[in-house]
C-alpha cells in the first residue's frame, strides 16, 4: 500500500509563505500527475493545483498567482510553494494522483494564517 506523507504546514501570518512537500513510500508519484488539495473545517474537499508528469501546470482561481506546484521526479516528490498567504487558505492540506482510483490518503498538514 503506497503511503502518501505531507509535510510543511505551519501557522503563518497573511502575507507569509510557506512550501509544502508530499513524498510518497514508492516511486508512483514520479508517473503520475499529482495534485494538492484542501479541506478547511465544515468544508468539503477541494481542488488547489495539480501537475502533471510531464510538468504542466493547473491552479485554482483562488490560488492563481500566489501558489506553485513543481516536481521533483528524483526525490518522488512534489511541492507547493504558498506566498501572500490569506487567512481562506487555512485548512488541511492533501496530495494524491489525479488518476483514478485516488491513493489511500494521507494525514495531511495543516496551515493555518492569522490575520
Known amino acids: 500500500q503506497v503511503q502518501l506523507v505531507e509535510s510543511g504546514g505551519g501557522l503563518v501570518q497573511a502575507g507569509g509563505s510557506l512550501r509544502l512537500s508530499c513524498a510518497a513510500s514508492?516511486?508512483?508519484?514520479?508517473?503520475?500527475?499529482v495534485g494538492w488539495y484542501r479541506q478547511a473545517p465544515g468544508k468539503q474537499r477541494e481542488f488547489v493545483a495539480a501537475?502533471?508528469?510531464?510538468?504542466?501546470?493547473n491552479y485554482a482561481d483562488s490560488v492563481k498567482g500566489r501558489f506553485t506546484i513543481s516536481r521533483d521526479n528524483a526525490k518522488n516528490t512534489v511541492y507547493l510553494q504558498m506566498n501572500s498567504l490569506k487567512p481562506e487558505d487555512t485548512a488541511v492540506y492533501y496530495c494524491?494522483?489525479?488518476?483514478?482510483?485516488?491513493?489511500?490518503w494521507g494525514q495531511g498538514t495543516q496551515v493555518t494564517v492569522s490575520s
Open positions: 494524491n494522483r489525479l488518476s483514478s482510483p485516488p491513493l489511500r
Open positions: 514508492a516511486s508512483i508519484l514520479r508517473i503520475n500527475a
Open positions: 501537475i502533471t508528469s510531464g510538468g504542466s501546470t
